[in-house]
């Protein structure tokens, strides 16, 4: 499926293995890599918690530029019968078009639509535009749910947004 969001963008359907995903998904771990470094070496727990098993991704959200360059990504995973959103990300010479909110929107938008009540997820500490842009779309705030609460207790950030 895919949903046009803006004149210079679409939104699509794609499976986690698609190359263009993951070529942003490898982009974000640098820049995430690069804002973190100095916390020192992420523990083996950190790396288990952060880590997305493809078998529990139950959707992928792709934001493609009208040259078809993957500019967006966010995914929805089963977390313990919870939806979860993972690796938000907009790439750095295309943030402010508007394309975080699309995502954050398109997500919210499958989850509701196959019956989630709502969804959750979790950012880190050293990411204040995703901790604001969450906020701009009415997530709150909420306690570290697990794994990232025994892995990652001190930069953890979660949020919820409620769709019924």
């Known amino acids: 499926m895919t949903t046009t969001s803006?004149?210079?963008?679409?939104?699509?359907?794609?499976?986690?293995?698609?190359?263009r995903a993951?070529?942003?998904?490898?982009?974000?771990?640098?820049?995430?890599?690069?804002?973190y470094a100095s916390a020192g070496p992420m523990s083996a727990a950190a790396h288990a918690a952060l880590t997305v098993d493809p078998a529990a991704v139950r959707?992928?959200?792709?934001?493609v530029d009208h040259d078809?360059?993957?500019?967006?990504?966010a995914a929805l995973r089963d977390h313990g019968?919870?939806?979860?959103?993972?690796?938000?990300?907009v790439a750095a010479g295309q943030r402010g078009r508007g394309v975080g909110r699309a995502i954050m929107s398109e997500v919210e938008r499958v989850a509701r639509a196959a019956g989630a009540d709502r969804v959750?997820?979790?950012?880190?500490d050293r990411q204040p535009e995703a901790e604001a842009l969450y906020a701009a779309l009415g997530w709150t705030r909420i306690p570290t749910y697990p794994p990232y609460?025994?892995?990652?207790?001190?930069q953890s950030r979660c949020y919820e947004k409620r769709l019924a």
């Open 59 to 63: 959707h992928v959200v792709l934001a």
């Open 81 to 89: 019968g919870e939806w979860e959103v993972k690796r938000v990300v």
């Open 68 to 73: 078809g360059t993957p500019i967006g990504h």
């Open 149 to 154: 609460d025994t892995a990652l207790p001190l």
């Open 22 to 35: 993951a070529g942003l998904r490898d982009a974000m771990d640098a820049e995430m890599g690069a804002r």
């Open 6 to 19: 803006d004149a210079s963008y679409t939104l699509e359907s794609v499976d986690w293995a698609d190359p």
């Open 120 to 124: 959750i997820l979790q950012t880190g």
